[in-house]
């Protein structure tokens, strides 16, 4: 049974960092691709980054490059999100997924709030 719970968000001022993780039982993460997506209040949810399985390529929305680093530890099974620099508008809902033969599975999503 695959299992996404999301840990380490929490209030921010503007140019401060956060890690965020999501543990991740059901299936490996160094044979999946995995993402992490936002939903920030009143808009849709968007896709903020990307690691595939073999190879661990990795891709960003245009508005994190630089500043966000997605990564994850195989041993640990867990996907992290490396945040830097956050800005007022990287505030919302933080969420894993995947993409399984089974289905799409999400986490419960963890609070990023960015304010000064």
């Known amino acids: 049974q695959v299992q996404l719970v999301e840990s380490g968000g929490g209030s921010v001022q503007p140019g401060g960092s956060l890690r965020l993780s999501c543990a991740v039982s059901g299936f490996s993460v160094s044979t999946a691709a995995v993402s992490w997506y936002r939903q920030a209040p009143g808009k849709e949810r968007e896709l903020v980054a990307l690691?595939?399985?073999?190879?661990?390529?990795?891709n960003y929305a245009d508005s994190v490059k630089g500043r966000f680093t997605i990564s994850r530890d195989n041993a640990k099974n867990t996907l992290y999100l490396e945040m830097n620099s956050l800005k007022l508008e990287d505030t919302g809902v933080y969420y894993c997924?995947?993409?399984?033969?089974?289905?799409?599975?999400w986490g419960q999503g963890t609070q990023v709030t960015v304010s000064s």
């Open positions: 997924n995947v993409r399984r033969v089974s289905g799409t599975y």
């Open positions: 690691i595939t399985g073999i190879g661990g390529s990795t």
